[in-house]
């Protein structure tokens, strides 16, 4: 079975599964920490190098204001509680999104997971945080502009590759399979440049309810897809 080098996840439906159960949208957000450790845990045992999972984007400032610190809380929370353990199993984080606009001790987190786990190499987790694509890719494009005008790049000489070497997912190999959950079938605004070629899998479970046997499930729905990156199979040539 083939396995995907990236699979990337936006974890949908905490809100919903709480609702579910009559308890506050918090109580989704924790449990949906729970099914995160389940995924990273599973997803290292699966063979799969490269896992990114969607905390938080740039339009989740939108919702009311205790919501956003609930969320800003838990990954704290996660941060503190699970970076030594990630560490001793060789995970290697790193953030993805935007983060001037971060408060500091957020900010001094996200940098301290990463330069901790920097020499890692068991598995790979990409934490989007405060993250959407088109900020991205604006973002990457005024970088790129800038370079431009103070001369140490050509502006005749930009391709595809070397944009996207000035994205914040700059060295991380294009997601093999995106899956939501929730059932919601949309990307909101999640690695629109980078899923040009991305096997999706929407799944009907709430993400607290994700475990490794959904995991499972959407591989074995990736392993059966034909992918072409707008070839030709070599089989069909000769019909
Ligand atoms: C996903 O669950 C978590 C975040 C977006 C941070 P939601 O909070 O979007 O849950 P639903 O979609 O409202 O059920
Ligand atoms: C996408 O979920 C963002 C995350 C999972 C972090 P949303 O719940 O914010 O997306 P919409 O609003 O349903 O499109
Ligand atoms: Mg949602």
Aim: glycine share 8%.
């Amino acid at each position: 079975m083939t396995t995907p080098a990236h699979v990337a996840i936006i974890m949908d439906g905490n809100g919903r599964w709480a609702k579910a159960r009559g308890l506050p949208r918090v109580a989704g957000h924790r449990a949906g920490v729970e099914a995160l450790r389940q995924t990273v845990r599973a997803a290292g045992e699966m063979g799969i190098n490269w896992l990114t999972v969607y905390a938080f984007s740039s339009e989740n400032w939108s919702r009311p204001k205790s919501e956003v610190s609930d969320l800003m809380g838990l990954l704290k929370l996660f941060i503190r509680r699970d970076l030594a353990e990630l560490h001793r199993n060789g995970v290697r984080v790193r953030v993805i999104g935007e983060r001037e606009n971060l408060a500091p001790d957020i900010r001094a987190l996200l940098e301290e997971a990463e330069d901790l786990t920097r020499s890692n190499r068991s598995l790979n987790l990409v934490i989007a945080f405060n993250y959407g694509s088109r900020d991205e890719i604006a973002r990457a494009a005024r970088n790129m502009a800038m370079a431009v005008k103070s001369g140490q790049i050509d502006a005749d000489s930009i391709t595809a590759e070397s944009f996207a070497g000035f994205l914040d997912t700059a060295g991380i190999p294009d997601p093999d399979l995106i899956i939501r959950t929730s059932g919601e079938l949309r990307l909101s605004n999640f690695l629109l440049w980078q899923a040009a070629y991305a096997e999706l899998v929407f799944l009907p479970c709430y993400w607290p309810d994700f475990g490794r046997a959904d995991l499972a499930e959407a591989l074995r729905s990736f392993a059966s897809r034909e992918r072409r990156f707008g070839g030709v199979i070599a089989s069909d040539i000769a019909l």
